[in-house]
């Protein structure tokens, strides 16, 4: 078997097993007495299985590397490796324990090049079909959740766990997974799956998930415009954006409460906002440019921080603000710049995806949020597989679909 294969088989199976948590966590909220005897254990192996996957897809990418594996090179990905190496180093100076910490957190950026080396835009089809067969499994258990009152928590990991089934504890987590298999399925069939948006779509006002409602509203605003032929109709909708933007957001704030049921569903991108900035106020200027070191904002670290840190004001549940304590400003920028220039230059038609990740990344921490980590990371490398002008011919008329 050669090494792309073997990597792919990973890929697709570590997808496939991404709600083991939540039914590991399912088995806890049962009468059959396992917490006592096992504890967080089986949580652990379940966490080890992912992270071991993890590793031999990175070991396999290098492999593939080192023998002269066929990759487009992209400067501001190895720029942003090695501003994060630089980071790394210093960090493991300072603090070994948040370093490796950090190592953990940031790990999934390197499934970036695993996507450019072995998966093309067809295995994106192929992770569409696993996203759909994973939803008709699941949704049963959500349901079931909603209707009967099943309490699924994590007690091993709490309320941070990036668990999948456990729907209404975690209301963005699954959300945007749901989210996330509306825009890989619709990118690969159009509205053949309608009945399963459908659903996918009420279960995600169900969960309370505004963030994920509102990025579906963005999706399809993407999509709509896109399918735009005329160059001057496409003008006119960019001019119209910024002063229709304060009246969308009015109407957002006043419906998205009443169509989640949750009265106080702004108090917490409120609390992000004064976090931020008090952060940005605060902090010195090389804290400023060069983050606190590996580990800070992040979920792990914010559980083994001491009691009245400093740092404890900072959630862990922000993508932008976890990239801003580790690896500060510079990190920051070269990452979303990574992101605009490759949906710029791609060809591909799942580029559409990459605008709803990067804004879902205000309120959530994308990078420790699996399976969307690997979904993101291996969306950008295959993405920036495809130049616009210098794609395969399927690529073009996709792209231009």
């Given amino acids: 078997m050669s090494l792309k294969r073997a990597a792919q088989y990973l890929i697709f199976l570590g997808l496939l097993l991404s709600p083991l948590n939540g039914f590991i966590e399912y088995l806890y909220t049962l009468d059959l007495n396992l917490y006592p005897i096992l504890g967080g254990k089986l949580l652990w192996v379940e966490k080890g299985i992912k992270d071991g996957l993890l590793l031999i897809i990175l070991a396999l990418t290098f492999a593939a590397l080192a023998n002269k594996a066929r990759i487009k090179f992209n400067a501001l990905f190895f720029i942003l490796v090695s501003f994060i190496l630089f980071v790394f180093s210093l960090s493991l100076v300072q603090n070994p324990v948040f370093t490796l910490i950090g190592v953990r957190s940031l790990l999934p950026v390197l499934m970036f090049l695993a996507g450019s080396v072995f998966l093309l835009e067809k295995d994106l089809d192929i992770i569409a079909q696993i996203l759909t067969l994973m939803v008709v499994v699941l949704v049963p258990f959500a349901l079931a959740q909603f ?33 996330s298999f509306i825009m890989f399925s619709f990118l690969y069939r159009g509205m053949a799956s309608w009945f399963l948006f459908s659903v996918a779509a009420g279960l995600i006002v169900l969960t309370g998930s505004g963030m994920s409602l509102v990025a579906l509203v963005l999706f399809g605003a993407i999509v709509a415009f896109r399918k735009i032929k005329n160059p001057c109709l496409k003008i006119l909708l960019i001019a119209l954006v910024p002063p229709a933007l304060p009246f969308a957001a009015l109407l957002a704030y006043h419906l998205i ?114 399976p969307i980590n690997w979904l993101y990371m291996l969306l950008l490398g295959v993405c920036a597989k495809t130049t616009a002008g210098r794609a395969p011919a399927k690529g073009r008329a996709a792209a231009n679909a």
Wanted: some cysteine; hydrophobic content about 50%.
């Fill in 147 to 179: 209707f009967f009152g099943t309490t699924i928590y994590g007690p091993a990991f709490g309320r941070f766990a990036a668990r999948i089934i456990a729907v209404f504890c975690m209301p963005n987590s699954f959300g945007f997974f749901l989210l």
């Fill in 257 to 370: 409460p009443v169509i989640t049921n949750r009265p106080g569903i702004w108090l917490s991108p409120a609390i992000r906002l004064e976090s931020m900035t008090e952060y940005f106020c605060n902090s010195g200027l090389l804290n400023l440019l060069m983050g606190r070191g590996f580990g800070y904002g992040t979920n792990a670290a914010f559980g083994l921080l001491p009691q009245g840190s400093e740092l404890l004001s900072f959630m862990p549940e922000s993508l932008y603000m976890s990239l801003f304590l580790q690896i500060g400003l510079i990190g920051a920028f070269l990452f979303i710049a990574l992101n605009v220039k490759i949906y710029l230059e791609s060809s591909s038609k799942y580029k559409t995806m990459i605008p709803v990740f990067m804004f879902t990344g205000l309120t959530l921490n994308l990078l420790e949020l699996f």
